[in-house]
T-cell receptor, first 118, second 117 residues
Framework: GQQLNQSPQSMFIQEGEDVSMNCTSSSIFNTWLWYKQDPGEGPVLLIALYKAGELTSNGRLTAQFGITRKDSFLNISASIPSDVGIYFCAGQRLANYAGGTSYGKLTFGQGTILTVHP | EPEVTQTPSHQVTQMGQEVILRCVPISNHLYFYWYRQILGQKVEFLVS????????KSEIFDDQFSVERPDGSNFTLKIRSTKLEDSAMYFC???????????????FGQGTRLTVV
């Protein structure tokens, strides 16, 4: 099946530091998304990227959709303690269904566990 | 803000028993999904559902699994005869679906933690 390789697996940083994580795939995706998951909760969408080369920011978060459509990165600037959690990348492809065209299933990366020390 | 709700939050069941996990998707969403996450692992796709039928399913979604939209609001996942390895967090998600391409995000519920003993 489709595999997303996400790195690093875990990061331990000091508050105020910048963080970078990335995902690569052997196949193309139409959409790249970044989710954050807190313990015992469902994934919450941080940023969605729809065009190759797109660079999008959401507050202290910046993500880019690789030009080859096979990779993406997420940067977090000036980390704070509440940034702690697991960050997942996810790829999505267009799919044709009876009702039209939409985005199909999400394929998730393995996750990056972020720990921020105050 | 509208949200996907799942019940129960935690279910413990004996091996071989049937379980039904329930989800109420966001009201104007038309596309529904089930994902699962084994403890410490990534989130894995199980099945997608549109217009009262399965659109896509993974190899995990074998004959022991079934989904149903019994009324206008609920979306359920049934596991007929649970196995120890079915222990996981199960997430329901929903999206809008427009005719033509839709740039839309999947909203996830809080999950149901299933423990098979």
């Amino acid at each position: 099946g489709q595999q997303l390789n996400q790195s690093p697996q875990s990061m331990f940083i000091q508050e105020g530091e910048d963080v970078s994580m990335n995902c690569t795939s052997s196949s193309i995706f139409n959409t790249w998304l970044w989710y954050k998951q807190d313990p015992g909760e469902g994934p919450v969408l941080l940023i969605a990227l729809y065009k190759a080369g797109e660079l999008t920011s959401n507050g202290r978060l910046t993500a880019q959709f690789g030009i080859t459509r096979k990779d993406s990165f997420l940067n977090i600037s000036a980390s704070i303690p509440s940034d702690v959690g697991i960050y997942f990348c996810a790829g999505q492809r267009l799919a044709n269904y009876a009702g039209g065209t939409s985005y199909g299933k999400l394929t998730f990366g393995q996750g990056t566990i972020l720990t921020v020390h105050p | 803000e509208p949200e996907v709700t799942q019940t129960p939050s935690h279910q413990v069941t004996q091996m071989g028993q049937e379980v039904i996990l329930r989800c109420v998707p966001i009201s104007n969403h038309l596309y529904f999904y089930w994902y699962r996450q084994i403890l410490g692992q990534k989130v894995e796709f199980l099945v997608s559902f549109y217009n009262n039928e399965i659109s896509e399913k993974s190899e995990i979604f074998d004959d022991q699994f079934s989904v149903e939209r019994p009324d206008g609001s609920n979306f359920t996942l049934k596991i007929r005869s649970t196995k120890l390895e079915d222990s996981a967090m199960y997430f329901c998600a929903s999206t809008l679906l427009w005719r033509g391409v839709s740039n839309t995000e999947a909203f996830f519920g809080q999950g149901t933690r299933l423990t098979v003993v």
